[in-house]
């Protein structure tokens, strides 16, 4: 189940005013990089204005029984998170977004997640948090779960706007925002293969490599061997990749995955298995190298198929980090929330998750891997010890226009709210993410790796890696 939690930058003095379901319908691609799809997202409100604070996406659960205890941790992750980054929320907008299976039923998906967006504005009112707006967005059409007035929210919904034709859409291209298409498609090029020609002749050449390699890697003096002949071959696999123009967003990878053999991204994702072998593939993370190792990440988180699933949480990982490092904050997020999906319990990826939605600056990573920080330190404690900075201000924030709600409050809205205020805290610090995958944050729907085939020693390369030194997180 991916989920995640984002922040607003600074503003530079531009602001933009959202007036009514419409707009806020419209802004909410441009709030989250992407159209998150088959998505619950809760947007924190801040002030007079409502201004627009942290934001928390999370895959909406399957099966209706796990949405009140979703409901509940969703509310009391984002208004927390809030309260120690921001302050005490003064409202919360939620959006649901779900196409029909047929694209015509968009209706009767908003009548099947009514119950989940009452869960929703129960748990946040329990918390003494309103709900300013409950939105649906389902077949290109919006429906809200607040307003009763059918002139302007009629039964039917009311169609989306037209991409690029609004306010909104303008903003967003002076201030350089893009839109990266839908989740489902980031998710796609980054997800395993599905032919059953290319799972099987790939799924032959993990065995073969995981033969020959795990025995090696569990080896002390083999183990340098491997990590040289793993990054030299990744090198390559780079340098081979850098000659072919890249595929354009949201489009197919055919072409890199044309580029490499199965034999070749077998041996370098079993060496990415090694920690140590993983923090040295890191450094490639700038510039034009940086990019030309994003396809291969990319190319070998495809490859990991069948049982060898979880060996695409390093891939995964690498590829995340370097989104993040070349301000791609967007498809940093999807790679690293599909890296806990395919290992909740990977270190790196928990805490570059963590770091990237907390709005730090990857520039202190980038330095310790560079062999500019203070020495011994490895990724890892790097970017663990950023964390206790604070969020950045700086360069290293997401820009864009600052995003007011326009509201209109009835008498007991207005009470509720001077009570809320009353009750509110501003501690400061830096809030954990909310809906990120750390401890205690429920994963409805997700199911582990599938059994792995018997004879296969697939166990085994997962296992070597926490038994020893220079081992896999």
């Known amino acids: 189940m991916n989920k995640h939690h984002e922040t607003t930058g600074p503003s530079d003095g531009q602001q933009i005013t959202l007036r009514g379901p419409a707009e806020l319908a419209d802004a909410l691609p441009y709030l989250m990089g992407f159209h998150p799809s088959d998505s619950v997202v809760m947007v924190a409100l801040h002030g007079g204005r409502g201004r627009f604070g942290g934001r928390l996406r999370l895959g909406i659960p399957r ?52 119950p989940f967006a009452q869960s929703l504005r129960t748990a946040c009112g329990a918390l003494d948090v309103p709900v300013l707006e409950a939105l649906c967005l389902s077949d290109g059409r919006y429906w809200s779960y607040c307003c009763p007035d059918g ?42 293969w599905q032919t059953p020609d290319e799972v099987s002749a790939q799924l032959r050449a993990l065995d073969r490599a995981a033969s020959s390699l795990v025995p090696r890697i569990l080896d002390e003096r083999a183990k340098a061997e491997v990590a040289k002949e793993t990054l030299t071959l990744a090198r390559t696999l780079m340098d081979r990749l850098g000659r072919t123009p890249p595929a ?38 700038e510039g034009p190298e940086g990019h030309r190792a994003l396809r291969l990440w990319r190319t070998l988180a495809r490859r990991c198929v069948g049982p060898y699933g979880e060996h695409a949480a390093a891939p995964l990982t690498l590829a995340g980090w370097v989104s993040w490092s070349t301000g791609d904050e967007p498809g940093a997020r999807v790679a690293l929330a599909m890296a806990l999906r395919s290992d909740p319990e990977y270190t790196f990826a928990q805490l570059l998750h963590r770091a990237c939605n907390e709005g730090l600056d990857p520039e202190t990573l980038r330095r310790c891997l560079r062999g500019d920080g ?4 490895g990724p890892e404690a790097a970017v663990a010890g950023a964390g206790e ?17 326009r509201r209109v409050r009835p008498a007991a809205n207005r009470a509720r709210r001077r009570a809320s205020r009353r009750r509110a805290t501003d501690t400061g610090g830096t809030a954990p993410a909310p809906g990120s995958a750390g401890p205690g944050m429920l994963r409805p729907g997700t199911a582990g790796p599938g059994p792995v085939a018997a004879g296969r020693r697939v166990r085994d390369v997962r296992r070597y890696g926490r038994r020893g030194a220079g081992t896999r997180r």
Request: charged share 25%.
């Open 389 to 405: 900075a604070g969020p950045v201000t700086g360069a290293g924030a997401a820009r864009g226009p600052a995003l007011h709600v």
């Open 63 to 114: 099966a209706p029984g796990e949405w009140g205890p979703v409901a509940e941790q969703l509310a009391d992750s984002l208004i927390s998170g809030s309260e120690r980054r921001d302050g005490r929320p003064d409202a919360i907008v939620i959006f649901l977004c779900q196409d029909s299976p047929d694209g015509e039923s968009g209706r009767l998906t908003m009548e099947r997640l009514r």
């Open 248 to 285: 354009p967003e949201a489009v197919s990878d055919l072409g890199g995955d044309r580029l490499i053999d199965e034999d070749e991204a077998a041996a370098v994702i079993l060496g990415l298995q090694d920690r140590e072998t993983r923090d040295k593939a890191a450094v490639w993370m």
């Open 151 to 192: 002139r302007c929210c009629p039964p039917q919904g009311k169609p989306l706007a037209m991409p690029g034709t609004t306010v909104m859409a303008a903003a967003a291209a002076y201030a350089g925002i893009r839109v990266r298409g839908t989740l489902r498609e980031m998710e796609a090029r980054l997800a395993p």
């Open 374 to 377: 203070d020495g011994g330190e």
